[in-house]
């Protein structure tokens, strides 16, 4: 075997003879032959040198610590370190490590009475321009309420709170948010809330917790229902002609909502609620200054 392979390199290396002619001469079929050089061959090659290769530890670790560096910023870095490499090269090289990786996403769950979620939606009106519908979902039960406001001020943003909580009797341990101005004024260096947003969340004893940025999938519970909204109830604004018509409505969808079976609890959101308050009663699960102002339990 190895005899043949050799002459088969011989002839083909050092003589130039086509596979056709090396058949002729070894008896060999074409196929075979062609399989043998390209083995051998791949075998006797050799991996090419770049200008890159020595500095790859550092490029690497770019990477690493920025992983949605560019090429143009890896070429900028290497020639303020005298590199004197092109760009075209700098971009050739780096393809592998710029591949963008998929994102993995983890199931969240939720105990009972552990969190709620909160948002705005604009809602584009023919007549009346843009409203604002304030939404409070519970993460356990998915028992939601959702209100429509003529604009999303910081006062509107409490009298939906207010209203959320008297209209669901109770409120869980923790309400997530994002990046809103009217819960935190700033994140960097270090976060700031909103002096008044706070003072009304430990007037009721609750927790905030905060999306990272662009991480709109850590309150997915409140985006999720907001797309259902809006392919839904909201797409048929036109029959409404004032804002007190259009809460009706959206109070009666949001009603139909909460006594509709989930998938996921195997409950209507309103039956997992009640059972939540039950637990929550039984458990001894109280907020005292919340209880003692307005008689507010943990629900979920």
Not at 57 to 75: G, M
Not at 143 to 151: E, K, S
Not at 267 to 284: C, D, L, V, Y
């Amino acid at each position: 075997m190895e005899e043949l392979r050799q002459k088969i390199l011989f002839l083909r290396g050092v003589r130039g003879l086509s596979f056709h002619q090396i058949e002729e001469q070894t008896g060999v079929s074409r196929k075979r032959v062609s399989k043998i050089y390209q083995m051998s061959s791949a075998g006797d090659r050799t991996k090419r040198y770049s200008l890159l290769d020595k500095y790859h530890p550092l490029i690497s670790n770019w990477f690493r610590e920025y992983p949605s560096l560019k090429a143009l910023q890896v070429y900028k870095w290497l020639r303020e370190r005298g590199v004197a490499a092109s760009y075209t090269l700098v971009v050739k090289y780096t393809s592998e490590l710029r591949r963008k990786k998929e994102k993995v996403y983890h199931p969240l769950d939720f105990l009972p009475g552990e969190e709620g979620q909160v948002d705005w939606c604009i809602i584009p009106h023919p007549r009346m321009g843009r409203l604002f519908c304030f939404v409070l979902i519970l993460s356990y039960s998915r028992y939601l309420f959702a209100h429509i406001f003529p604009r999303s001020s910081f006062e509107f943003f409490i009298e939906g709170h207010i209203m959320a909580l008297s209209s669901m009797n109770g409120t869980a341990r923790s309400l997530r948010y994002d990046n809103l101005k009217t819960v935190v004024i700033k994140r960097r260096p270090e976060i700031q809330y909103n002096p008044r947003f706070m003072d009304f969340v430990r007037h009721y004893g609750v927790e905030i917790r905060l999306c990272n940025p662009a991480c709109g999938n850590e309150k997915g519970r409140v985006e999720r229902v907001i797309r259902t909204m809006k392919t839904t109830f909201f797409n048929n604004m036109n029959r409404y002609n004032s804002l007190s018509a259009i809460n009706q409505g959206l109070h009666e969808w949001v009603k139909d909502k909460n006594n509709t079976l989930h998938r996921s609890t195997g409950k209507s959101p309103k039956e997992a609620r009640i059972s939540t308050i039950f637990f929550s009663i039984t458990m001894g699960v109280f907020r005292p200054k919340a209880q003692r102002i307005c008689k507010i339990i943990l629900i979920g």
